[in-house]
């Protein structure tokens, strides 16, 4: 019991050795086995304990409090818990002797917890990695002790999904096919009146695309987009099929001509380099 309000510095050393039971006139502190380890865990010693309370006490300290202290501290730290994020363990406590004393393994963050277990603040696959860059051949473990075994991983194919039934009778007449084809003569007529307007290249046959080199196949197709005009061009798919379209150019950048495919009936990217030749269209053509 503390008569009267006590210093600063003293009350707050007391409130950690001891819990505080009631205020008052005077304050009631109560010395529990948890307030004691309290006292411990803060850094402080049973000895320092003892001779903080005979100076501070008026009478002599209780037999009890005195033996609660002393039980307390006896059984303080006797088992010790702290962070490890792997372990190697060796049967031969002279490796991990090896191990501790090699440079290389600083970067690890061992520390011995007994003569055959080394902690590591470091993962388990940097550990296993770091171990092997040193010479050795270490297995991981698991979490009961096993040893774990890897296989090497095996490629399957995907499910395959199951065909679509083929209905009863014969297929409907596909409308959209019969628009491509109409679409696909329009766009040969309109192709088979392209002139060539430049007076240094040589003739073609009637109704034939001649070959243009890469500049003059820009140029053209910079030209049409500039005007909104449509062009005539030969064109070869990444799988070698040749074809003739007529398009009307919207934008040229970066090795790539964007433009509306007349023959598609839709928006497409064409690379300049798959364009054979390139030709503009009579101008009651386009």
């Not at 005007?227 to 950048?253: C, F, H, K, L």
Request: glycine share 8%; charged share 20%.
């Amino acid at each position: 019991m503390a008569p009267g309000p006590l210093r600063r510095p003293l009350a707050d050393a007391l409130a950690v050795l001891a819990d505080v039971e009631s205020k008052g006139g005077a304050t009631v502190y109560r010395f529990t086995p948890g307030s004691v380890r309290r006292a411990l865990d803060s850094g402080q010693t049973a000895t320092d304990l003892h001779e903080f309370l005979k100076a501070h006490a008026r009478t002599p300290v209780p037999q009890p409090l005195a033996y609660l202290i002393d039980d307390v501290a006896r059984r303080h730290g006797h088992l010790r818990v702290g962070a490890a994020s792997a372990y190697v363990r060796c049967d031969d406590d002279t490796v991990l002797g090896e191990i501790l004393a090699d440079r290389r393994s600083s970067s690890l963050g061992l520390r011995r917890l007994a003569p055959t277990v080394l902690a590591a603040q470091t993962d388990p696959a940097s550990l296993l990695d770091g171990l092997r860059s040193m010479g050795y051949a270490p297995a991981a473990e698991s979490a009961t002790g096993d040893v774990l075994i890897t296989r090497a991983d095996a490629y399957r194919t995907g499910a395959r999904t199951a065909p679509v039934p083929v209905p009863d009778g014969p297929p409907a007449p596909d409308t959209t096919l019969l628009g491509a084809a109409v679409k696909a003569i329009r766009a040969g007529d309109r192709a088979a009146t392209a002139v060539r307007k430049e007076p240094t290249a040589a003739p073609a046959a009637a109704g034939a695309l001649p070959r243009t080199s890469a500049a003059e196949t820009l140029a053209t197709v910079q030209a049409a987009a500039m005007t909104g005009s449509a062009v005539w061009i030969g064109y070869v798919n990444a799988e070698g099929g040749a074809s003739q379209r007529v398009i009307a150019p919207v934008r040229v950048e970066g090795g790539f001509v964007t433009a509306y495919d007349h023959t598609a009936d839709e928006v497409r990217t064409y690379p300049l380099h798959r364009i054979t030749g390139v030709a503009e269209l009579a101008d009651d053509q386009v």
